[in-house]
Nanobody, 125 residues
Framework: QVHLVESGGGWVHSGGSLRLSCEASGFTRDSYEIGWFRRAPEKEREGVSSLSTVDSRTFYRSSVEGRFTITRDAVKNIVYLQMNDLKPEDTATYYC??????????????????WGQGTQVTVSS
């Protein structure tokens, strides 16, 4: 059973930084994609970034490109989302999600089968 546990959320001023962590376990195959999603109040859940375990390719939504960086510690199987230059519009609950695939780069939350419990990120202006 795949298990995902997020941590690292918090409160920062605009322009600040946070690093989210997703501890992943229980995978039975080597090819999967781990994504970070977020959901702001009264908005749809949206994909933020993802990483493929097949070739380490990374993907970002345009509004965070250049500010957020996704990386993975393959030994511990922890996926990090380093978030710099945070803006109030980044305020949301952030979720780690995973799916088995050899074709990464999908930000549709409906395609992901496994989800963490979420961690809150609040950015004040």
């Amino acid at each position: 059973q795949v298990h995902l546990v997020e941590s690292g959320g918090g409160w920062v001023h605009s322009g600040g930084s946070l690093r989210l962590s997703c501890e992943a376990s229980g995978f039975t195959r080597d090819s999967y994609e781990i994504g970070w999603f977020r959901r702001a109040p009264e908005k749809e859940r949206e994909g933020v970034s993802s990483l493929s375990t097949v070739d380490s390719r990374t993907f970002y939504r345009s509004s965070v490109e250049g500010r957020f960086t996704i990386t993975r510690d393959a030994v511990k199987n922890i996926v990090y989302l380093q978030m710099n230059d945070l803006k109030p519009e980044d305020t949301a609950t952030y979720y780690c999600a995973a799916r088995y695939t050899s074709n990464p780069g999908v930000f549709n939350p409906g395609w992901y089968d496994y989800w963490g419990q979420g961690t809150q990120v609040t950015v004040s202006s």
